[in-house]
């Protein structure tokens, strides 16, 4: 069992909040900073050792690629999951009367880059409806067809729901379908092997469970399909850089063809820390925490009257992530925030992400937020609004 107070004294974020919002983004613990300081202290004293910072681009792709059972070579920088998702949907060869599939529980990050493709190549976008906010493969192959090249889908959803990838890729696999996933709630929290889930493209920013701060990320693109995508934004290859002007078009190989230009140096230096602090910990550690945590939450609060779980509730769709709506989200919200515990409000509720930063006290004391702010706003008197109340 882990030392889970000897990790939460990483973030200071903790000795200041209940800080429940992991799902919008994940406070880089102290080596995380350190290194991004140690980046811009030696640029400021010794300028820049690109030799050296190519190497920790090296590391972040061996240590990625481990973390989701790929290959160095499938694996290379983003700048954020849109970016990839990008690169995916004008990677993939696709002509006018094609049609592409994504889903109703998607991020509009996930729904641009194809709609982007009909304005712009006459692609159909195809939405695979939810029922009861679960996704179903019977519901799938009705609007699979011979002209349908791709399906995009997060890993885990906005409201909490953890996808079965796996029937989804082999699905796409036997129908010669292109499977891109959406990782950045997932990736860092949760196990995800790329190999097992069939999964052909996966773009993950580092804001999130790979705790690097926002600009910096990783797509992976399995060596199978490699080829077969086109490139939109080209760049020479590093070693090719300070090369003579010439006609030939040269590409690097693997997933690295799709760089183009300089690479987010500190934001390297933060992922190869944030990466090497969570294989320190261990995903096998952190998800089962992080799952134990989100279910202490679901017990608690569907005891409360009021309270409507929108987040799955048995262990095997769960990511930890629990959303919930009550008679007036944005009061509660303000209320939880007054009490110095933070959420965030997304779409017809409130979002409540715990991360293995958190303590089982600090879920019971939103709990009881939470029940005593509706018994307020039940009876008609006003909150109380005091952030020593916890």
């Known amino acids: 069992m882990k030392d889970w107070s000897e990790i939460r004294s990483q973030f200071p974020i903790t000795s200041r909040m209940i800080y429940l919002d992991a799902a919008c983004i994940v406070p880089s613990p102290h080596c995380v900073v350190q290194a991004v300081s140690d980046f811009y202290r030696n640029l400021s004293e010794n300028g820049e050792d690109r030799t050296a910072l190519e190497g920790k681009i090296e590391s972040v792709r061996e240590k990625f690629a481990k973390l989701i059972n790929a290959t160095p070579d499938e694996v290379t920088l983003i700048k954020n999951t849109t970016e990839g998702l990008n690169i995916a949907a004008n990677g993939i060869p696709l002509n006018a009367g094609d049609n592409v599939i994504i889903t109703d529980l998607e991020h509009l990050n996930n729904v641009y880059p194809w709609l982007n493709l009909k304005e712009r190549k006459g692609v159909e976008v195809r939405i695979l409806k939810s029922r009861n906010g679960r996704l179903s493969l019977e519901d799938l192959k009705p609007i699979v067809d011979q002209r349908t090249r791709s399906l995009s889908i997060s890993s885990v959803t906005f409201t909490g729901l953890k996808i079965d990838l796996k029937p989804f890729g082999q699905f796409c696999k036997e129908h010669d379908m292109y499977f891109v996933v959406d990782g ?141 709506t009550t008679q007036d989200n944005r009061q509660m919200a303000k209320i939880l925030e007054a009490n110095n515990i933070q959420v965030s409000c997304r779409g017809s509720g409130i979002r409540i992400s715990p991360h293995f930063y958190n303590t089982e006290e600090e879920i019971t004391t939103t709990i009881n937020t939470v029940r005593e702010s509706l018994e307020q706003m039940r009876s008609h008197q006003k909150p109380i609004w005091d952030s020593n109340s916890r």
């Not at 070693?239 to 300089?262: C, I, M, N, W, Y």
């Open 184 to 324: 950045i709630q997932g990736v860092g929290r949760l196990a995800l092997d790329v190999r097992d889930c069939w999964v052909d493209i996966l773009a993950c920013g580092g804001h999130k469970g790979l705790m690097a701060g926002r600009g910096i990320g990783c797509l992976y693109v399995s060596k199978e399909i490699i080829d077969t995508l086109d490139v939109t934004f080209a760049g020479p290859p590093v070693d090719l850089r300070h090369e003579p002007v010439s006609t030939e078009f040269k590409q690097a190989e693997g997933a690295k063809k799709f760089d183009a230009g300089g690479a987010n140096y500190s934001g390297v230096c933060a992922l190869d820390a944030a990466l090497s602090f969570l294989e320190k910990i261990g995903i096998s550690n952190i998800e089962p925490y992080d799952l134990h945590l989100g279910q202490v939450l679901v017990d608690g609060l569907r005891e409360i009257r009021g309270i409507r779980i929108l987040s799955p509730i048995h262990p095997g769709e769960s990511s930890g992530i629990v959303s919930i």
